[in-house]
């Protein structure tokens, strides 16, 4: 996870019951949001598999099984953020706003829209 998310600038992963990880199969569209919990943000001198791993440790004992998504900021702060799938762009946006968010993700367009 911690190597993917460096290499791409983030991702997305599903949590399991059985606490594995494994890379998030996700519709062919739609828009991921964060901000089901508070984001966990890294900073970049702190960035290291451990603290990404105690990150989602902290996210799947708060939520249990979800979708987590990762994504490097400008600044190099590593962001662990629980996240949904979203269809419809007016809910993500709204929802986004809502959470005081700073972008969503399209899926489709693979590409990251400020919130």
Do not use: C, F
């Not at 791409?8 to 890379?23: A, E, K, P, R």
């Not at 791993?53 to 400008?74: F, K, S």
């Amino acid at each position: 996870m911690y190597s993917e998310t460096i290499a791409n600038g983030g991702g997305t992963w599903q949590l399991l019951h059985d606490g594995s990880i494994v890379d998030a199969l996700l519709p062919d569209s739609g828009y991921i949001v964060g901000g089901r919990i508070p984001s966990v943000v890294i900073p970049a001198m702190l960035a290291t598999p451990a603290a990404l791993n105690a990150a989602v440790a902290y996210i799947a004992t708060t939520l249990g099984h979800t979708l987590v998504g990762t994504w490097v900021a400008d600044n190099g702060d590593l962001h662990v953020d629980a996240v949904e799938v979203v269809h419809n762009y007016d809910y993500a946006m709204w929802l986004a706003n809502k959470r005081n968010e700073i972008a969503i993700w399209s899926i489709h367009e693979s590409e990251s829209i400020n919130a």
